[in-house]
């Protein structure tokens, strides 16, 4: 039998594409091996966020060719889509193909093996306006499931490469989104984590509906007991939108609410569309609907500029804010991207200092926030067993862990919390 290993860097949203892909080779007859494994064929998922992930993909291909040299090698994604010169440039590519034409990959690897000739198909995609329809209904060691229902991004925020390798905003058929759902609610999944590369401009194509009737019609999903969103821009919050979500007992007060900056002044560098204040509004709003809520996000430190008064800035506006997680990133310039052109580049060790104040900030903040349900009843999804305990995550995604003698893996359990152990919860099953 054939054999095929995938190597996948990035998003959620590359997670679930290597799933979908990983799908089309078994139905025709492959293995799917590690990526340390022996193997016919190597496909890597690739990333274009940062220059670390174009130099992990290099450092990839160079890897599998040391483990197999007559092995085929597919780069496939994001930096395919945004060099695909570079990427056709490096020894031991033989198929390349960017964020489109993935339903082809099982064909061009096998011609690229029949003929021995490199194949390159990315093309533009500036002008697509349909998502690409790829079938998951096997996803593998998980009882949280992705349904990717969008792709693309109309943002052009300064330092992103993001509209470039994915393109204009495609939104997924609703009813093809609900029949995914229904599958997985049969394959015994309890959470539906709704992903995309722009969640917030879910339906901006397709006229009159939006993120919210999606949400509805998944929380008729029997079996589906939790529903998830992902990163979220913080225009989508309003009034409406928070009504809206209300009406089912099934979303999860938990939001990703992308901040970047605390500053308005580097907020207008990055063309990001808000101010502090905005995005300070939108928070109150999700508290006063949801007071429990878990509101995490993304930072980037050393933007182009970035002076110390602007840092300052931000800090104190997560001081005020009081995130439950924060996910800290120093700036990497991408070539192509007006940031990158910016004059007053960070250096790098200014990048690192901030990074780690604002990281060693974040952990305080998440143990505040954890602490505050110490004594409470809370329900959890259990997903694995880590040592002696059970590990899982509430609605507000606190992680808890509970020793238990009965397989918790797969079921929503009411459990009493009863320490705060940092960035965890330690509890007992509920009685």
Sequence with gaps: MNKVAFHTLGCKVNQYETEAMEKMFEDKGYEIVGEDDLAHIYVINTCTVTNLSASKSRQFIRKVKKINKDSIVAVVGCYSQVSPDEVESIEGVDVIIGTSDRKRIVELCEKAKKDRQQINIVRNIASLNEFEEVDVDDIRSMTRAYIKIQDGCNQYCSYCIIPYARGPVRSRKIQDIIEESKKLASSGFKEIILTGIHVASYGKDLGEIGLIDVIKKISEVDGIERIRLSSIEPNLITKDFMEALLTSKKVCHHFHLSLQSGSNSVLKRMNRKYSKEEYREKVDLIRSYMPDAGITTDIIVGFPGESDEEFIETLEFVKNIRFSRIHVFKYSPRKGTPAAKYKDQVHGTIKSQRSESLIKLAEQMMREFNYRF?????????????????????????RVKVDSDKDLVGQVVKVDIHANEGDYLIAKVGR
């Design 374 to 398: 110490l004594g409470k009843k809370m329900e959890v999804l259990f997903e694995k067993i880590d040592g002696d305990y059970y590990e899982g995550y509430t609605s507000n995604y606190i």
